[in-house]
Nanobody
Framework: QAQLEESGGGVVQPGGSLTLSCVAS????????IAWFRQVPGKGREAVSC????????YYTDSVKGRFTASRDIAKNTVYLQMHNLQPEDTGEYVC?????????????????????WGKGISVTVSS
């Protein structure tokens, strides 16, 4: 059974950093596109980063470019989201997901119905 589990969230002051991890079990994460979504209460899930399963570039939403870096550790079947210079507007629940196709189309357009598997999410709060 395919599962995703996030960790690494927490409370941090503005300007701080966190690294989120998403560990996969039941499937090979190296062969699928991976998405990091952010959910804020009252709003839909927004894709913040989309990691392709080929040599294509990783997508970042404009608000996190230059601050967030997504990466994949094939040996550990894990993806990471390094977040630097965090701001209060980065607060939310971060969820990793597997895209259903072979591209990051659904992720880049925040089309959640295109995701095949979802993690449970992890909370990130940026507050002074």
């Amino acid at each position: 059974q395919a599962q995703l589990e996030e960790s690494g969230g927490g409370v941090v002051q503005p300007g701080g950093s966190l690294t989120l991890s998403c560990v996969a079990s039941g499937f090979n994460m190296a062969s699928v596109p991976i998405a990091w979504f952010r959910q804020v209460p009252g709003k839909g899930r927004e894709a913040v980063s989309c990691i392709p399963n080929d040599d294509g570039g990783t997508y970042y939403t404009d608000s996190v470019k230059g601050r967030f870096t997504a990466s994949r550790d094939i040996a550990k079947n894990t993806v990471y989201l390094q977040m630097h210079n965090l701001q209060p507007e980065d607060t939310g629940e971060y969820v990793c997901a597997v895209e259903g196709g072979d591209s990051t189309y659904y992720c880049r357009n925040s089309l959640t119905h295109g995701m095949r598997y979802w993690g449970k999410g992890i909370s990130v709060t940026v507050s002074s």
